[in-house]
C-alpha cells in the first residue's frame, strides 16, 4: 500500500522537489499549517523564521500534504535566486510552464492564467524581494481560488496575510535525569542522530554521547541548519569535541551580535562556527562561491577560486559538501552541479566583501561565463546546437548575473563580448532573459567606436529581438546599423545577416520590392565568404519572397537549396524553420499531404531543441490543413494550442493567425458570430503589429462572413479594401479570394456581366498561380453564375469539374458551403432532364482541368441578361440550352456543328435530341424543325 502522500503526487500536477532526507519532527507543524491553509479565510500564509529554522522543508511537506484539496495542482517557486521584486512573476511564470511575452504585461498573463485555477503557489525565501509583495495581492485579487504559501525571515506586511511562527525542533529536557529512551524522542537529537549517520554509516545515540548531543542541540537553539552542521563534524569529530568547540560560543549562539537582526543571530554564529572548522584553503574557496548565483558545475569553481589542479579543487569541494556547507545535485542527465543555501551564499559573499576581495571574484565570475558563452556560440548553428542550447539553459542565471554585473560596473568590452556571444540565444530561448532586455542595456552602455565588429553584432541581435516584439521601428534601426557598421568593419557575414533580416522585416509589411533589394544585397555580401550557414539563410528568405509572389515553384527550388546548406552546416531550427515556409508554399498549392508531413516534421524539431516560439506556428499550418481537410475537432485543437502558446509567449503574429483559422473553421460550421469575434480580434492584432499580409486575409474573412450573411454593401466594402492591398503588396493568393467574392457578390445583385468578369479574372488568377484549392472555389462561383444566366449545362459541367478537383485536393466543402451546394443541384435538376444533367455532370467531371478552363474563358454574358431577372418560359418545357439546339437542328446544322457552335459534345449534343424528341413527341429532324416554325422559335 502506498504511502497516502506519495499516492497524491502521483495523481496531482506539482512540481515539488524530492527530498533525499527525511523530515523530522514537524508533524503538529504539518498538521497545524495545512489545516490552516485549507481554511477558507486564509489566502496567503506566510512561514517566518531565522534562517536555517527548516521553513522551506516544512513548506514543501505541507505542499505535499495538500496535494489532493487542489484541483489544478500545487507549484514550488524557488525565490532564491532573484535579487529584483519585477522579477518574481518571472519566476511564477516559469514554474507554471508559462512563456514570457511580449504582448501584454507579465501580471496580465499570469491573472488571465489563473483567474479559474484552483492551486497553491508555494514561493520560497521572500525575505530578499520583499517589495514584490504588493504583486502578491494583485494576483489573489484577480484568481480567487489560488492559495500562496510563502517562507521568509519576516511577514510580507501584507493585508489579509496569516503568519506562521517555524520555532525551533523540540530539545531534550535535561532537568529530569533523561534516559536514552527521552532524549532519543527529542526531534532536535533524531535529527542530529540520523544528519550523523549520513557522513558516518555506525554512527548511533548512545549512553555514552547522548547527553553531549542533546547538549549540542540545546546550545544550537534547535535550529535545523545549525544542526545538520554540527552533525556533519562526526566525521573527524566526537560529540564531545563538538561541544567543546560550541563552548566559548555559548554567549554568541543564545544571543549574537546586537547590530544584527534578532533573526539572523544564531545562525549567523552557526556559520561562524562551521566557517572557523574550515582550513586556510577551504575558507579561501568557501569565500569565493559567494559569487554564484543558483547552481554552479565544478569547473566553474575552479576558475573562479583560482586553482589550477582539478584534484585539489576537487578535494576541496568534496569537504565543504561533506560540511553540508555546499550542496551536491545530480542531473537526470547525470551531470554533477552544485549550489549553496541562500543564507550561505550571503555568508560566503559577505566575507568576500571584507576581504575586499568581492570585484575580483566577480569580474573571475563574469570572464569564465564569458569563456562558456563564447565556447557555445559556434555550436548554436552547427551540429551541436542542442546541446549548446541545453548548456546555455542550465547557466541561463549565472549569465545574466555576468551581464548585469557589466553594466553595473561599466564593462562595455565584456558585456559586448557577452551580448555579442549570447545574441543567438537570446534570440532561439528570449524567454529565459528575465524579461529584461540585455542587448539594449549593453548598446546603451557602450557608444564607443572600439570593438566595431562586436557592436555590429550586438546590433544584428538586438534588431532580431525588437523584430520579435513587434518594435518594428527599432528593429529597423537596429538593422540598419548593423548592416553599416558590418560593412564598414569588413564583416561580411553580419552584413548579410542583418540585411537578410531587413528583408524579412520589409516582407512583414508586404514590401516584396524592397524585401527583394535587401535580399540580393544579402547574398551580394555572402558571395565573398565561404559560409554556407548564411547563405541557407538567404536562401530561404528568397524563397519567403517567390512565395510571397506566388511563385511558387521558384520558391520552393529556393527552400530545397536552403534546407540542403543547412543540414550541411548542421542547424537543425533553421531546417525546421525552412520546412515550415515550404509547408505553408505546398499548402497554398494544394498539396496538402506533403504540407502537412512537412509541418509535422517540423514541429518535432522544434520540439526537441525547445524552440517554443515556432511550434506555434507549426501547429497554426497543421490546424489550417485539418480544416480544409475536414477534420473540424483536430483543426480546432490544434489552433487553440496555437493560440495559447502564442499568447503565452507574446508571440501576436501567430496568435492573429491561430485567430483567423478558428474565424475560418467557426465560418465553415455556420456559427457567424463566433467567427466574426475571432476575426475581427485578429485584425486589431495584425494592425497593431503592422503584418500587412495578415491583415488582407483577415479582410478577405470579414467579406466572407458578411457575404454568407447576405450582408452584402459590408461585404463588397471588405473585399475592396483586401483587393487594394493585395495589388500593393503582389499576393496573388489571398487577390483570388478577393476577386471571387466580388464576383459573388455582383452575381447575387443580378449585375451578370460585371460577376462574370470578375469570377473569370479569379479562376485564371488561380490557375495562373497554381493555387487549387482557390481554383476550385473560384470555379464554383463562376458555376453559380451560369446558372443564372441561363447556361445550367455550363454550371453542371463545371461543379463536375470541381468535384474532381477537390477529391484530388481531399478539400470537402464545409457544412455551410454544402447547404448552398446543394440548393444549387436542385436548381440545375429543375433546370435540365436527368439525362442531361448526368450526361454533363460526367463530361465534367472527367474533362481535363486545361479544357474546362477554356470554356470558361468563351462564355459572354448576353447583354440582355441584365435586365432580365425571370428567365423565360418555352413551349413544351423545353430548357433554353435545348432552345438553342433546336434552333441549330431547324436551320439544317449538323450535330456535328451544333456541338462546334456550342462548345460541347456530340454526345451531350444528341443527348439533348433525344429530350427535345421526347418533349415535343416527334421523332425525325423535319418534325423537330416543323414545331420549331409553329412556335416561333427560329
Same mark, same amino acid.
Given at each position: ?387 549548446? &542550447?541545453?548548456? %546555455?539553459?542550465?547557466?541561463? $542565471?549565472?549569465?545574466? =548575473? /555576468? *551581464?548585469?554585473? +557589466?553594466? @553595473?560596473?561599466?564593462? #562595455? ?88 533580416? &531587413?528583408?524579412? %522585416?520589409?516582407?512583414?509589411? $508586404?514590401?516584396?520590392? =524592397? /524585401? *527583394?533589394?535587401? +535580399?540580393? @544585397?544579402?547574398?551580394? #555580401? ?96 497543421? $490546424? ?315
Amino acid at each position: 500500500m502506498l504511502d497516502p502522500i506519495l499516492q497524491s503526487q502521483l495523481y496531482h500536477p506539482h512540481n515539488l522537489p524530492a527530498q533525499m532526507t527525511s523530515l523530522i519532527g514537524r508533524e503538529e507543524e504539518i498538521v497545524a499549517a495545512s489545516t490552516l491553509c485549507q481554511r477558507a479565510d486564509i489566502r496567503l500564509l506566510t512561514l517566518t523564521g531565522p534562517g536555517g529554522s527548516g521553513k522551506t522543508r516544512l513548506a514543501l511537506a505541507v505542499a505535499a500534504n495538500l496535494l489532493p484539496a487542489f484541483s489544478d495542482g500545487v507549484f514550488f517557486v524557488s525565490l532564491a535566486p532573484l535579487r529584483e521584486a519585477n522579477l518574481v512573476l518571472s519566476s511564477i511564470a516559469q514554474a507554471l510552464a508559462i512563456e514570457e511575452g511580449t504582448g501584454q504585461p507579465l501580471m496580465r498573463q499570469l491573472q488571465a492564467a489563473l483567474q479559474k485555477r484552483h492551486l497553491l503557489l508555494v514561493l520560497d525565501n521572500f525575505e530578499q524581494i520583499l517589495a514584490a509583495g504588493p504583486l502578491m495581492v494583485d494576483l489573489l485579487v484577480a484568481a480567487p481560488h489560488v492559495k500562496m504559501l510563502v517562507t521568509s525571515r519576516e511577514m510580507l506586511h501584507l493585508y489579509g496575510e496569516h503568519e506562521f511562527i517555524v520555532k525551533p525542533l523540540a530539545l531534550p529536557d535535561h532537568s529530569n535525569a533523561p534516559t536514552l529512551e527521552t532524549i532519543a524522542q527529542s526531534a532536535s537529537v533524531a535529527l542530529f542522530v540520523e544528519r550523523a549517520r549520513a557522513v558516518r554509516p555506525a554512527f548511533d545515540l548512545t549512553h555514552e554521547n547522548m547527553h553531549a548531543i542533546g547538549e549540542i542541540c540545546i546550545r544550537l537553539g534547535g535550529l535545523p541548519l545549525a544542526i545538520e552542521l554540527a552533525a556533519a563534524r562526526v566525521k573527524l569529530l566526537t560529540p564531545k569535541e563538538i561541544l567543546a568547540r560550541l563552548t566559548h560560543r555559548l554567549k554568541l549562539l543564545t544571543g549574537g551580535a546586537q547590530n544584527l537582526p534578532a533573526r539572523q543571530r544564531t545562525l549567523r554564529d552557526t556559520l561562524d562556527w562551521s566557517y572557523d572548522l574550515l582550513n586556510e584553503d577551504e575558507k579561501r574557496f568557501f569565500q569565493s562561491l559567494g559569487v554564484f548565483v543558483g547552481t554552479w558545475t565544478l569547473a566553474a569553481a575552479q576558475a573562479i577560486g583560482q586553482y589550477e589542479g582539478e584534484d585539489d579543487v576537487l578535494d576541496i569541494l568534496t569537504s565543504l559538501v561533506d560540511k553540508s556547507l555546499v550542496q551536491m545535485i545530480e542531473a537526470a542527465s547525470g551531470e554533477i552541479r552544485f549550489t549553496l543555501l541562500e543564507t550561505i551564499r550571503e555568508y560566503a559573499q559577505e566575507y568576500l566583501g571584507r576581504h575586499n576581495e568581492l570585484a575580483d571574484a566577480q569580474r573571475r565570475h563574469a570572464q569564465f561565463y564569458l569563456y562558456v558563452a563564447e565556447e557555445a556560440e559556434p555550436h548554436l548553428q552547427g551540429r551541436e546546437q542542442k546541446r549548446a &542550447l541545453q548548456k %546555455l539553459d542550465k547557466e541561463a $542565471g549565472q549569465l545574466w =548575473a /555576468a *551581464l548585469r554585473w +557589466a553594466i @553595473e560596473c561599466n564593462e #562595455a568590452i565584456i558585456g559586448l563580448r557577452l551580448a555579442s556571444a549570447l545574441s543567438g540565444y537570446l534570440q532561439v530561448h528570449s524567454s529565459l532573459s528575465e524579461g529584461r532586455n540585455w542587448l539594449e542595456e549593453i548598446l546603451a552602455l557602450h557608444k564607443g567606436e572600439e570593438a566595431p565588429l562586436l557592436r555590429a553584432k550586438v546590433l544584428y541581435g538586438a534588431g532580431v529581438v525588437a523584430f520579435r516584439r513587434n518594435n518594428l521601428t527599432q528593429a529597423y534601426r537596429r538593422l540598419q546599423e548593423s548592416k553599416e557598421l558590418a560593412a564598414l568593419a569588413g564583416e561580411q557575414r553580419t552584413q548579410a545577416l542583418a540585411a537578410a533580416m &531587413l528583408a524579412e %522585416l520589409e516582407l512583414h509589411q $508586404g514590401h516584396s520590392e =524592397a /524585401a *527583394l533589394t535587401y +535580399a540580393q @544585397e544579402g547574398m551580394q #555580401a555572402s558571395e565573398e565568404i565561404n559560409d554556407r550557414w548564411c547563405k541557407g539563410i538567404l536562401h530561404s528568405i528568397f524563397g519567403k519572397i517567390e512565395s510571397k509572389q506566388s511563385n511558387f515553384r521558384n520558391a520552393c527550388v529556393r527552400y530545397h537549396v536552403s534546407i540542403v546548406l543547412l543540414r550541411e552546416a548542421g542547424d537543425v531550427r533553421s531546417q525546421a524553420d525552412v520546412m515550415a515556409d515550404l509547408a505553408h508554399t505546398m499548402h497554398l498549392q494544394g498539396r496538402l499531404k506533403t504540407a502537412h508531413f512537412l509541418y509535422s516534421r517540423s514541429l518535432t524539431l522544434f520540439e526537441e531543441i525547445e524552440d517554443r516560439w515556432n511550434q506555434s506556428t507549426c501547429l497554426n499550418g497543421i $490546424g489550417t490543413i485539418q480544416r480544409l481537410q475536414g477534420s473540424v475537432l483536430s483543426a480546432q485543437e490544434h489552433f487553440e494550442a496555437a493560440l495559447a502558446l502564442a499568447t503565452s509567449l507574446g508571440n501576436r503574429q501567430e496568435r492573429a493567425v491561430a485567430l483567423t483559422g478558428l474565424g475560418q473553421l467557426a465560418l465553415g460550421q455556420n456559427d457567424r458570430k463566433q467567427g466574426a469575434r475571432f476575426f475581427k480580434e485578429g485584425l486589431r492584432l495584425t494592425r497593431e503589429i503592422e503584418h500587412t499580409p495578415g491583415i488582407a486575409l483577415l479582410l478577405a474573412g470579414l467579406g466572407e462572413l458578411e457575404r454568407i450573411s447576405g450582408m452584402l454593401p459590408a461585404a463588397q466594402a471588405y473585399y475592396e479594401q483586401c483587393l487594394e492591398l493585395t495589388r500593393k503588396l503582389g499576393d496573388k493568393v489571398t487577390m483570388v479570394r478577393a476577386l471571387c467574392g466580388l464576383g459573388d457578390i455582383a452575381r447575387m445583385q443580378q449585375r451578370h456581366v460585371q460577376a462574370c468578369t470578375l469570377l473569370k479574372q479569379s479562376v485564371h488568377l488561380a490557375w495562373e498561380i497554381g493555387d487549387r484549392p482557390g481554383l476550385a472555389e473560384a470555379l464554383e462561383a463562376f458555376a453559380r453564375c451560369c446558372r443564372q444566366i441561363g447556361l445550367p449545362e455550363r454550371a453542371v459541367l463545371f461543379l463536375g469539374t470541381t468535384e474532381t478537383l477537390r477529391d484530388g485536393l481531399q478539400i470537402p466543402l464545409t457544412p455551410a458551403l454544402s447547404v448552398s451546394h446543394e440548393q444549387e443541384l436542385v436548381a440545375l435538376h429543375e433546370a435540365l432532364s436527368d439525362a442531361v444533367f448526368n450526361e454533363v455532370w460526367m463530361y465534367g467531371k472527367t474533362i481535363a482541368l486545361e479544357l474546362a478552363l477554356s470554356l470558361v474563358a468563351l462564355i459572354a454574358v448576353p447583354e440582355r441578361t441584365e435586365e432580365k431577372s425571370i428567365a423565360p418560359s418555352y413551349p413544351a418545357s423545353l430548357t433554353a440550352r435545348e432552345v438553342d439546339v433546336l434552333r441549330l437542328l431547324a436551320t439544317g446544322v449538323t450535330d456535328a456543328r451544333i456541338a462546334e457552335a456550342l462548345v460541347i459534345s456530340p454526345r451531350t449534343v444528341n443527348t439533348h435530341l433525344r429530350s427535345i424528341y421526347g418533349k415535343i413527341g416527334v421523332s425525325s429532324r423535319s418534325a423537330a424543325t416543323r414545331f420549331a416554325v409553329e412556335h416561333k422559335i427560329l
